[in-house]
Every structure is written in structure tokens, then in C-alpha cells.
């Protein structure tokens, strides 16, 4: 949907004047500026011209007097006043040259489109570190190098050679999108284009030399002509950074949409927890655009797609959808769509039905989906089935609405689109529209819709897909202060004197400390201490081996289980003497807690230095199962709550086949003190992790950390 407001004619806020002179720059100079027919080089003067551009543009080639009807200087230094921004049209070692000049002529920034750099090997990543240099050197904001530049529709400013704007310049609208590649920008560029949908500003960034993708989204999201937001991103963004984007966005109410590349190779990171490796590398990103309804597209044309709903449907209040259909085929195939994508088709209410009735032949169907059949055209005329849609829309109990259109041709199809597109813009909540019919027979009717600015569906997925990624997340908060009894000065001043692998029995005191409650458990280093055991007659025990290097100590054989009394100390003994040549710090023998569930909480530190906090399916089938849900740390237990409520095997604790519900609450305050823990140990901290965590079925010491690693920084001066 194109936007024509005031606060489209408002300058783009600047966090960063140098960014902002990309989008704003009244004078513009081109460098190498071509005036060979052809030539891409000799796009940007021509884009500049022939569109409109309302400031001035000085072309800067020494081979020319003038080009496109405008006097040519032969250097920066030559021109009659300061420039804004800087298109430099010429080879990577002259862009580097060019930077001093650049600030000398005025510009705040210079976009720098030549190849050669980081992207060909040793040399050209030695080139981009000196354009880099230069750049901070001169305070100069530099887009590129190997980019295909930025446009800003609201000066009609198209610094870019992208063949995308061969066919003139673009609809203005709430569109801003900034990647990596010129190629998929331009696709991105030809294809909104083709759907009306209206563009306020686009960025190639290219190499990111000096501004990355998300930087320069960071600064478009304030944007007031910015409605929709979308990125793509072919490496790894910062992860802060990042988290801080999709919060600003979500906190202005701008739908931030992204496609990424390149996310099958990185794999799990080598950790020594389960957590780490279940969490990955990308942990970071897929936590921050969960928490905060960033919209994932999975190629160019999802994400186009989806860009078109957010601009032109409202926010979904909820799951329920209605199908509204020409067919009952079509009608089921979405509601299958809906059940795979988390959206519910719902009964309607018996009003509703009675509604429809009075519309929908009598072998029809009113309940959900609605099926009106082809009978509903009589003499081509669609007023009733705009009725049944205008009822669907209208019902309360509906949050979302897909009209599903099969082989509605001809001038019926026109007749349909008129009447779509008066009502769809209308409706205060979603509503999707499928076509599935060939476009040489809906011609006229897709032109009629895309001219209202209403999105048209190829399939029931893609809607589907559109309506379930319209729903609005509720952004979180964070933990109101430590839990109770958590002494954090002793835990800070325990954490002091730790570091490097801390195995169970260093920690003890530490948990004790956080409130966290662990078995009875008492460390033997040698044979008086095995001797010393305090061990009860009809107790049972286990017995695991302490060593920092031993991360996973049933893989090793260092646990044994359910031990009588009076095996315990022939079993620690020669446990001890089996893993003399690891250094072990001892043996640790506890008390054997019963069968419960069992589950993982973990916390890890992104490379980044953000920490998240796991929670999953525990015991040593953790990564098989898999069945897990990360959030950043710390979380308070009601967060923690609703954190164990998102995984599959959430009825385990709740009562599951007649079995009695679990102390949840008890379980979400355990995970709320793992992960305070984790945040007093701060940028030391690499991994945290309790696994298992047993969940009994008893009042007193209703759960238990049961086993306990965590790997922090090795001390330096």
C-alpha cells in the first residue's frame, strides 16, 4: 500500500549524520560519472536526471565538459560547492585514493561500487582495510565496496546502478529494504515493483567495509516513512546489534522481515555441554527475532510477499481464520495449511451461520471453511458473495479471513477484483486472497487489485504464511530483581575464586549459595576421606568421578549408579585409581534420588556476549529428542514458566495419561536461579549447565539439580 503522508516529507532522522546524508544529500557528486550508452557506470547520472532528483548533481570525469546537459568537473576539488555525498564510479585503489578528497569536498558519506576487495582474496582484503582506514581516518560513511549503492523515493535520489529501475523510477511508499547483494536487492527492487508495492529507501551494502546491514537498517527504522522493514543477510550480523534492531522495531510497531543465506553450513559450535551444541550459533539471532515477531522469509519472493501484507493488512489479534471459498477442495486444503502453521479453524458462531444461510445454497457449507460453490454467480453477478465475505469479516469470533478464489475468469473476474478491492482495504483485521487461477485469464482483475495495493496469493500456504506472520508478539520484560534467598554476595565472592572447567563438587557451595537445592553429596579425594564416607545402611548411592577435564563423565564410565551401602567405597576407590591419569579432584558420592522427570537447563554466552538461557528434555537423550526453548538470560520464574510451557514435553510436568502435575513453580524458580547465576558470572561465563534436573512428585525437595558443569574464562592479570 503506497503512503502519501507529511511525515513523508520530513528529513530523515539521523542517528548518524553520515547516514543520514545517503538519504538526504541536497548536492551529489558522481565520480567516473560515464556517459557511454549502456554502460552501468552511466546509470546513476541518468537515474539522477531523468527522475527528478530535487537537488543538484555535479558529474566529476576529466574526459568529459559535460554530460546529460550538466558541466562536468575534472576533480573534486573543482567543484563550485560542498557535497553531501559522494558516488564513486571508479577502481577499488582509486576509491581508497579518493576518501581524503571525498571529506575535503564537504561529504559525509561516499558510496563506493568498484569490485577488487575482500571478496577476491589477500590482497583485496588488505585494499578494503585501507578504504576502512581512510574512511574513520576522514570521518567519511562509506557504503560498499562491490555495491550497487542506495535510493531514497522521497528526494527521488537513485545513487544506484541496478537494472532494476530500467523501467523508471519506483512507486513511494512504507518499503525499506537494505542487503548485501545488488542482485537479490535488485530482484527484490523488479519484483515489489511488479506487485505495486511502494518503496521508500533501498541499500546494497555490499562488503560492508564500513557500514553493515544492520547498521543502516538501525537508522531506517526511525524513519517515519519506514512502515515495513526488510533485510537480507548472507553472513553473520552482530548479535547485539541486532537484538537492539528487532527491539526498536517492535517497540515503533514496524514489521522487521528477513531472509538469510548461508545458515546450513555453520552447524552446532564445538562446546563441552549439550546446551551449547543444541543452541548453535546462531542462537542469538533466532532468540532475538522470536522474542520480538521478527518475520523470517525463506526466498525472494516469501519475502516480497510477505513485505505486501504487512504494508497493505492489519496485525492479527489472534489465531482463528475463516476460509471463505469457491470450492470445498480449496477450502480444505487451507485448513491444513492453517493447522501446519499454528492457526486455528474455528466453528463459527451460530449468528454467523445463520447469516450465511440466507447467501449459501443449501449444499454448501456455513461452518468453517465456508464453501458458497459456483452457484453463488448467478448471472455473473458476485453481490452475494461479497456479502458472505463482508459477514465472515464481520464476525467476532474471527481474527483473520482467506478468500480463496479458484477459477473466477473472464469479465467475472474483473467484476470480483472491483468488489474485492473496495472491501478488502476496509476490514479492520487480515484478510488474505488466494487466486488459483492462471494470470492470462485475471488479468484485468490482478491489475485492479494491485492498483488498490491489495496482495494476491498464488496458494493457500503463501496466505496462510502471510496471516500467521501477522500476529503481533508480546515483547518481553525483564526480571524484576534476584529471587528470594539468593545471597548474591556469597556467590560472587565463590565465582572469584573459580575458573577454567568447575566440576559438581567445586560448585556445591556455590548452588547452595543461588538457592539451588542438589542431592546429598560428600567429596573423597583419597582413601581417608572413602573411609569417612557417612553412609547410611540401606541407602543408595551414586558415585561419579570430579575432574575439569571430564565433561561428560557417563561417557566415560566415571558414574555409577544405585550402589549399595556397602559397595560405595571399593567403587570410589577404584574409580580413583581408573582416572588417576586425568588429575581428578576427587570422587563424589550422592544420595541415589528416585525416577522423576527429567530435564536440561543450560546457559551459554554467544560470541557476542549475550547469554541464553535452555531449558529442554533432559538426561543423556538431550540432543536426540531435541526438544528444547532458549531465551535470553536472566528470565524471572514466571518467564522461566512460560519458557518450560513452550516445550513438547511440557504435559510431563502438568500431568500427563492420569500421572499427578509436578511442582511447575518449583521448576521455573530453579530456572530463574541458574540463570541469575549465569549473569553474576558475567563475560567470564562461556557455559552453564544442570543436566539432569530431576522434577519428583513430592512435596518436600520437589526438584533437584542432580549434575552440574560450567566453563569460565581462564583468569588473566
Not at 507 to 524: D, F, K, N
Not at 563 to 582: H, I, S
Request: charged content about 20%; aromatic content about 4%.
Amino acid at each position: 500500500m503506497s503512503v502519501e503522508t507529511p511525515a513523508h516529507q520530513a528529513e530523515h532522522r539521523a542517528l548518524d549524520p553520515g547516514i543520514g546524508a545517503l538519504f538526504n544529500a541536497r548536492r551529489i557528486a558522481i565520480v567516473g560519472a560515464s556517459g557511454r550508452e549502456g554502460n552501468p557506470f552511466a546509470r546513476p547520472l541518468q537515474y539522477l536526471t531523468e527522475f527528478g532528483f530535487d537537488g543538484d548533481v555535479f558529474p566529476v570525469n576529466p574526459g568529459y565538459e559535460t554530460l546529460r546537459g550538466l558541466r562536468c568537473y575534472p576533480d573534486l576539488a573543482s567543484l563550485p560547492e560542498p557535497v553531501d555525498l559522494a558516488l564513486l564510479m571508479v577502481p577499488g585503489a582509486a576509491a581508497v585514493e579518493l576518501i581524503p578528497q571525498v571529506a575535503a569536498a564537504g561529504a559525509r558519506a561516499a558510496v563506493v561500487f568498484a569490485s577488487g576487495f575482500s571478496e577476491t582474496g589477500e590482497e583485496g582484503v588488505r585494499q578494503q582495510a585501507a578504504l576502512t582506514a581512510a574512511a574513520r581516518e576522514h570521518g567519511v560513511r562509506v557504503i560498499g565496496p562491490n555495491c550497487q549503492g542506495v535510493l531514497s523515493t522521497a528526494h527521488r535520489l537513485y545513487g544506484t546502478f541496478t537494472a532494476a529501475l530500467e523501467l523508471g523510477p519506483v512507486r513511494r511508499g512504507g518499503l525499506a529494504y537494505v542487503g548485501q547483494s545488488g542482485a537479490v536487492g535488485g530482484s527484490i527492487l523488479s519484483l515489489a515493483r511488479e506487485q505495486g508495492i511502494g518503496i521508500s529507501s533501498w541499500v546494497s551494502t555490499g562488503n560492508q567495509a564500513d557500514l553493515t546491514t544492520v547498521e543502516v537498517a538501525r537508522h531506517l527504522v526511525e524513519q517515519p516513512d519506514t512502515e515495513v522493514l526488510a533485510l537480507y543477510l548472507e553472513s553473520a550480523v552482530g548479535e547485539a546489534e541486532f537484538r537492539d534492531l528487532a527491539a526498536r522495531a517492535h517497540e515503533l510497531g514496524r514489521s522487521l522481515i528477513v531472509l538469510r543465506s548461508a545458515t546450513s553450513a555453520a552447524g552446532a559450535k564445538a562446546a563441552a555441554s549439550h546446551t551449547g551444541a543444541i543452541v548453535g550459533d546462531d542462537g542469538a539471532y533466532r532468540v532475538a527475532a522470536r522474542e520480538y515477531g521478527v518475520v523470517e522469509a525463506s526466498d525472494i519472493d516469501d519475502l516480497v510477499r510477505l513485505a505486501h501484507a504487512h504494508l497493505a493488512l492489519p496485525p492479527s489479534q489472534g489465531p482463528s481464520t475463516a476460509v471463505i471459498t469457491t470450492s470445498g477442495g480449496a477450502g480444505s486444503l487451507a485448513a491444513d495449511k492453517a493447522h501446519e502453521l499454528g492457526l486455528t479453524i474455528d466453528d463459527l458462531s451460530a449468528d454467523t451461520q445463520r447469516r450465511l444461510s440466507a447467501l449459501v445454497p443449501d449444499f454448501g457449507a456455513v461452518d468453517n471453511p465456508v464453501d458458497v460453490t459456483a452457484q453463488i454467480f448467478r448471472s455473473s453477478e458476485v453481490d452475494d458473495f461479497i456479502e458472505v465475505c463482508r459477514i465472515g469479516c464481520d464476525a467476532p469470533e474471527v481474527d483473520a479471513v482467506v478468500i480463496a478464489l479458484t477459477l473466477v475468469t473472464g469479465e467475472l473476474a474483473a467484476t470480483m477484483a472491483t468488489a474485492l478491492a473496495d472491501l478488502i482495504p476496509r476490514v479492520e483485521k487480515p484478510v488474505a486472497l488466494v487466486w488459483a487461477a492462471a494470470r492470462e485469464q485475471t488479468v484485468k482483475g490482478r491489475e485492479i487489485l494491485r492498483e488498490a495495493g491489495v496482495p494476491v496469493f498464488d496458494s493457500s500456504e503463501q496466505a496462510m504464511r502471510a496471516i500467521g506472520s501477522l500476529r503481533r508478539v508480546a515483547a518481553p520484560t525483564a526480571p524484576r530483581g534476584r529471587p528470594a534467598d539468593f545471597d548474591e554476595a556469597a556467590v560472587r565472592a565463590l565465582l572469584d575464586d573459580l575458573h577454567g572447567t568447575v566440576t559438581e563438587s567445586q560448585a556445591q557451595a556455590v548452588l547452595a549459595a543461588a538457592g539451588i537445592r542438589t542431592p546429598e553429596a560428600h567429596l573423597a579425594t583419597g582413601p581417608a576421606d572413602i573411609e569417612a564416607l557417612p553412609l547410611e545402611t540401606d541407602g543408595t548411592y551414586v558415585v561419579k568421578i570430579q575432574a575439569p577435564g571430564i565433561a561428560h563423565k557417563t561417557e566415560r564410565g566415571g558414574v555409577r549408579l544405585g550402589l549399595a551401602a556397602a559397595e560405595v567405597r571399593a567403587v570410589a576407590a577404584t574409580m580413583l585409581d581408573e582416572f588417576a591419569a586425568d588429575e581428578p579432584q576427587g570422587v563424589l558420592v550422592q544420595e541415589m534420588v528416585p525416577a522423576g522427570v527429567e530435564l536440561i537447563v543450560g546457559v551459554t554466552r554467544t560470541d557476542g556476549g549475550l547469554p541464553l538461557v535452555t531449558v529442554g528434555l533432559g538426561g543423556t537423550a538431550t540432543e536426540l529428542y531435541a526438544d528444547t526453548a532458549t531465551t535470553f538470560a536472566p528470565v524471572d520464574a514466571a518467564r522461566a514458566g512460560s519458557l518450560l510451557m513452550e516445550l513438547k514435553a511440557a504435559p510431563l510436568l502438568t500431568g500427563f495419561r492420569g500421572s499427578a502435575p509436578l511442582d511447575v513453580d518449583a521448576v521455573a524458580d530453579l530456572v530463574s536461579r541458574i540463570s541469575h547465576l549465569a549473569d553474576i558470572a558475567g563475560p567470564a561465563l562461556r557455559e552453564l549447565e544442570v543436566n539432569p534436573v530431576r522434577v519428583l512428585d513430592r512435596a518436600e525437595r520437589p526438584v533437584l539439580a542432580l549434575d552440574f558443569l560450567m566453563t569460565l574464562e581462564t583468569e588473566t592479570a
